[in-house]
């Protein structure tokens, strides 16, 4: 499906003030793993309070063991150093990468901005080498524009 062409459905999932912002995370997840080929685990993670350390709030995919992340480790650990995208078009080339699954090839991780401050970020696995483009990080960083509104 067509990046653009979800944007809308991203926008009106997340404002249904009705819902807790939880489900609306995770029906945001559902919809883009549901949506994207190449998005098999879709998640929110943030920062865990005052803590060095991220924490999952919600995913989509496969089951994790990786509920929290402290800062630098893994790729979503060193997005939150480093608030800057990240995108691994093969996870194996990684020294600092924490495995998910064997079925991972490779990840994008978008860091999520509230006022300025890095408080998460969206962190998206594929069992497909390198399928991630510039496309893919500007949707997710209007996912996360739109994300932080609610927050």
Known sequence: MELESL???????LADTNREVTDRLNDVCKL??????????VGFYFKNGDKEELKLRTYVGAPTDHE???FGKGI???VAV????????DVQA????IACSINVKSEIVI??????ENIGQIDIDSDTPDPFTEKDERFLEFV????????
């Open 144 to 151: 996360n524009q739109e994300v932080a509104k609610i927050l």
């Open 32 to 41: 883009l793993q549901e949506s994207v080929e190449y998005y098999d685990w």
């Open 68 to 70: 929290i992340i402290p």
């Open 7 to 13: 944007k809308p459905k991203v926008s009106g999932l």
């Open 76 to 78: 979503c650990g060193q």
């Open 82 to 89: 480093s608030n800057e995208n990240f995108v691994v078009p």
């Open 94 to 97: 990684q020294d600092n990468y």
């Open 111 to 116: 860091p999520l901005f509230k006022n300025g």
